[in-house]
Each structure stands twice: as structure tokens, then as C-alpha cells.
């Protein structure tokens, strides 16, 4: 059975994109791919980071389930955890029976278009908590912990500043708010005078 000894904090951070939609249940965890990555999706969003997997013999991906990795963490307190398709840590599990997505077809293209979008806001607040995850930051003390790079309507890529071996992608959500220029010039001229 293959083992795998990964950082916490990536299971983490991938935890908060795994869907608990029961439908697609194939996207309810985290993918383990073979190529040396991590991979959780909801369809809305999406987080990806390497794994080290040298010295571990080829292996079939798996995906280990959500309700299992949640067992798995609490409580724990280590930096690194093991991982294998029938246990999370500590916690024994069966991998989720079904094909995770092709994931790495969503990914935006090297030519970002720098074109501003919009998106969920719950889903921005998220990626600054993966952010701060990865590099073990306080709240307080996190900063700058993801930066959307836009794309338009099109998936925007997300890069975490501190840590160079993950990355997310974040689905833009269309707007129908009137014109921001004219919606921003009739509520300053409401708002009283300084």
C-alpha cells in the first residue's frame, strides 16, 4: 500500500476547496495525482499543490474523502502527516469510489488578460485563509496572502506570495450591477459633504 508523508497545512488549505455537493460525490475530497500533486475542486473553485513523491513507488491517484481528512485534522498538531488510499493519519478510511476530473483543463492559459472580473466573495475570503494556512500565519500579522491574477470572464489564476509550490484557480461570477461609474457618482453625491 502506497504511504505518503505530506504537510499538514496542504490538506488543509486543500480541505476549504473540496465540495461537499452529494451529487458529484468524485469531488467530495482531495485527489491525490500520481504527477506529484494534490488537488481539491468544488467547480467553482480550485487548489493544487506539489507533493514530494521521491522514493515513492508508482502508484494509482486516489481520493481521500472530506469527512475522513476533517476526523483526520482535529486535533492535530503535527507538520507532516501521512497519507494512504485506506488512512488519513491516524483516521482509516476507503478512498472515494469514483474518477476525480480532469482538473488540469481548467486552468488558465500562460496569457492572463489582466481584465478585471467579479467574483464570490466568500470564495475570495477563503483563498486569503489558504494563503495564510500555508505559510502558518497569525490573522493579524497575515497581509497579502493571495493575489487573484484576472482573466476577465474567463478562470483567473491565484498564487499565494509565501508559498511557491501551490496555486489556485477561481471561477469569475457575472455582474449585473448597474454602472459602477454612475452607481459610485450617485451614492457619493447622497453621502454629506467633508
Given amino acids: 500500500m502506497t504511504t505518503i508523508t505530506i504537510e499538514t497545512a496542504k490538506i488543509k488549505a486543500a480541505l476549504i476547496c473540496a465540495s461537499n455537493d452529494q451529487i458529484r460525490y468524485y469531488i467530495n475530497g482531495v485527489y491525490v495525482d500520481p504527477r506529484g500533486y494534490i488537488v481539491s475542486t468544488d467547480g467553482h473553485r ?13 502508484f494509482d491517484g486516489w481520493i481521500m474523502p472530506r469527512d475522513a481528512i476533517k476526523r483526520a485534522l482535529t486535533c492535530y498538531k503535527f507538520d507532516m502527516i501521512d497519507i494512504a488510499p485506506d488512512r488519513i493519519g491516524d483516521i482509516a478510511c476507503r478512498s472515494v469510489n469514483g474518477t476525480f476530473p480532469q482538473w488540469e483543463r481548467v486552468l488558465p492559459s500562460h496569457d492572463l488578460s489582466g481584465e478585471i472580473a467579479q467574483f464570490n466573495s466568500a470564495y475570495v475570503a477563503d483563498l486569503g485563509e489558504i494563503g495564510r494556512i500555508l505559510t502558518g500565519k497569525r490573522k493579524a500579522d497575515a497581509g497579502l496572502t493571495a493575489h487573484i491574477h484576472h482573466n476577465g470572464e474567463a478562470p483567473a489564476g491565484v498564487t499565494f506570495p509565501d508559498c511557491k509550490d501551490a496555486f489556485a484557480v477561481l471561477m469569475p461570477i457575472r455582474s449585473n450591477h448597474t454602472d459602477p461609474t454612475s452607481a459610485w457618482t450617485d451614492l457619493r453625491k447622497a453621502a454629506p459633504t467633508i
Avoid at 46 to 58: H, M
Wanted: charged share 15%.
Fill in 46 to 58: 480550485l487548489f493544487c499543490a506539489r507533493i514530494d513523491l521521491s522514493g515513492v513507488p508508482a
